[in-house]
């Protein structure tokens, strides 16, 4: 499963790499790639860099979906469902008035997010309570996205209309930059890549993963706020698109027998941008949708698939 | 009779509001100018138009689109058992919304009464749905989350639609956020009726409601047709959820506030009913005010002000449910 994942997402990949306003064929598409200098400079200059981000991006929404559900064993807790990624957004948005690099402002936003919802969904004496987390992220994610309205109202109408695009999650205007970016966040999902077996354990319960030799609550505490840089990272590069995060953990699951496998979720949220990025550029292109709209068409049914799920094992 | 005393001080401060909210904004009248602006209009003055023109259509939409929210908010609540049940968490207003944009895309410019007629259907079928989705049981955090899924997926649809039509483009903020921007007094007094209607059906049915709630034998065995006393509810959600889209677009958290607020007061469905309308005018005028006043000269939507408050109330109402659940 793990090596269809890896097939379909190049697969897309490529294809996203010969999409847009003019398709390419394969046999030009090779070409293009083959002379970055000449024929290709179009493609290495604009389609590369978009691809690369997309790519990475996808990789870092699946991957802290994954882990929000797995810690907090809910699996609508994902980072757009919580609040998270609607923090990192104002964050950015905020460090863009000031000046800030933007990565550094969506990262602050993101961990204050985390942390608001920390104490906002913690029970008096049972910790951290699964159920109350989503309803808490939600009003969370709905008093952030207000702020950042507030926030885009002081701006000027140019910097507002790209605030607005960005904030449907888009990938237009990546270059090079970007993929600098991009890569420097790669270091950051690495604790989590190799969390694997521990949020294998983690699934067993508490009790169990102690008296099997894990430090519950540093490892949660850590992880949680890894996995929120993470998708705050991810934010400033594309702005924040819907439902990828909460699509590519149960997706990524059912790849890996049911196991929380990190590098599916990764696979299945890179695989998830690549689509909806194809499609925002060949549907109606002349509208410039951002890509966002689409994740969030592919990912809202999933959503309410997941909440008829969870009812019906009475785990609402 | 302390209810019609309470009454009485919610709706002088409503009038005390909607005064302020005729004076205050991006230009200044003294209380007077006011005064004789309202009563000796004269269209030649531009100063006179914005007040007419703009202040009162949209103060008006506002006491309209509050009363109406707040009213939907305590039928909803008393019908599901919920405390955090609110036309715009539960889905019913992004439903609303879709019915409405579906219809302008799909005939083009419809008339008010279809507009109208689309925003009902689409409130009623989204309440159904959302039930449906929630299911029964008694876990009260059921319904805002199969509420929020729905609505979003309703709400991306709407974004889809909009931005589809470029020259759409400055109403995407009405029909994503809810806004009383664009009040237009003819507009408003069509529809204004149709939340009536549907504050008085709430009215007549909150006796009903109240039986039935306690429980289901119990209601038939005291004679109440259930399928009927159901019915009437949904008629008001409908009517008065799907006048207040039609007049702003998708608003959230006066449905939420505003019950929790009458319950203060104490009293029964009926008495909740006729305390919500002051209070959910109220808050809608305070915000709208709050929202062109602390931006002016550009002004912050009234759902996004909502939003700033109501966020932080749900939160509180979370917690404090958790703290007794401990």
Known sequence: MRIAFFALTVALA???????????????LAAALLDPEGAGRMVWSLRVPRVVVGLVAGACFGLSGLVFQTLLRNPLASPDVIGVTQGAAFGAVAAL?????????AWGGGLVAIAALGWLAAHPKRGIEPRAVV??????????GAGTEALILRMGDTDAGAAMTWLGGTLGGTAWPEVTRALW????????????????????????????????GALRVGLGLCAALVAAGAVSLCGPMSFVALAAGPIGRMAARGRPSPVCAMLVGAAFVMLADILARSVAPVALLPTGLYTALIGAPVLILTVRRMRNRNAL | MSLIRHLALLWLAVLAGSVAALCLGALDYPLHAAWAMLTDYDPADPAQAIMAGMRLPRVIAAVV?????????????AMTRNPLADPGLTGVNAGAALAVVLGLYAFGAVSQPVVA????????LAAVLVRLLAGGGDST???????????????SLVALIVLLNPEARNIYRFWMVGSLAVSDMAAVLRLAPIAGIGIVIALLAARPIEALMLGVEMGSALGLNVG????????????????????????????LIAPHIARRFGGGLAAQVLLACPIGAGLAVFADLAGRWFARPAELQLGIVLAMVGAPAFMILVRRMLREAA
């Open chain 1, 135 to 144: 309803l808490q992220g939600l009003a969370l994610a709905i008093l952030a």
């Open chain 1, 14 to 28: 490529a294809l996203s790499l010969a999409a847009g306003r003019s398709w390419l064929l394969p046999q030009e």
């Open chain 2, 141 to 155: 955090l059921r319904l805002p989350l199969a509420g929020a899924a729905f609505g979003t997926l309703c709400l």
């Open chain 1, 185 to 216: 966040l790669l270091p950051l999902t690495l604790p989590l890549l190799l969390a694997g077996r521990a949020l294998d354990r983690l699934e067993l319960g508490d009790d169990l993963a102690h008296s099997l030799g894990l430090r519950v």
């Open chain 2, 65 to 77: 689109v509050g009363a109406a929210l707040a009213v939907a908010g305590v039928i909803m609540q």
């Open chain 2, 228 to 255: 009927r006393v159901m019915g009437l509810g949904l008629a008001a959600v409908a009517m008065t959820a799907g006048a207040s889209v039609a007049i702003a677009g998708p608003v959230g958290f006066i449905g």
């Open chain 1, 97 to 105: 008035g000031f000046g800030v690099p933007v990565m550094l402002g």
């Open chain 2, 117 to 124: 007629g689309l925003a009902l259907l689409g409130a009623a």
